[in-house]
């Protein structure tokens, strides 16, 4: 399944936030570690610079990946027609049939951050509950099996 390209607009500024973060202050600093490192002579038992040739590495596969994903990225803002569906940006409380209540924020897979409950929308759950009402009821698959999920409570952050 092919990943979406929408991100929320925090999401969109954190993930550029990183980008410069990379270029302009990690990169230089471990870059310059690794001229110290290679200054000191053997560099096939050097540690540093081994270490800091391996950062760089990573630097620059994390800095071609975010300034290309960032290129084809769409920020979704919020609109208030979205007031009562659920729609990408959307929170919302479901409560399974066990009675268990669970809050969730539908989120770009750039974004998504399972202990801060944010979900993404290429999710089977957020795939189902996009466009749903309050008070509706989801039938979701999983991998363990069909789910009945209720929506409680709907809201955006504005």
Do not use: H
């Amino acid at each position: 399944m092919a990943k979406s390209n929408y991100i929320t607009r925090q999401g969109w500024l954190a993930l550029d936030q990183e980008l410069k973060f990379l270029w302009k202050e990690e990169r230089p600093k471990v870059t310059q570690a690794v001229s110290d490192a290679a200054a000191l002579g053997d560099r096939s038992e050097n540690a540093e610079y081994i270490y800091g040739k391996r950062r760089l590495r990573e630097i620059d596969r994390r800095v071609r990946f975010l300034t290309k994903r960032l290129e084809v990225l769409q920020i979704v803002d919020y609109n208030p027609k979205q007031e009562g569906k659920i729609f990408f940006g959307a929170w919302v409380e479901l409560e399974n049939e066990d009675g268990e209540i669970k809050q969730y924020r539908i989120v770009g897979c750039d974004e998504f951050a399972p202990a801060k409950n944010w979900i993404s929308i290429d999710s089977p759950v957020a795939r189902a509950l996009i466009g749903k009402t309050l008070d509706d009821e989801v039938r979701v698959e999983t991998p363990s099996g069909f789910i009945t999920l209720y929506v409680n409570k709907i809201w955006y952050e504005k």
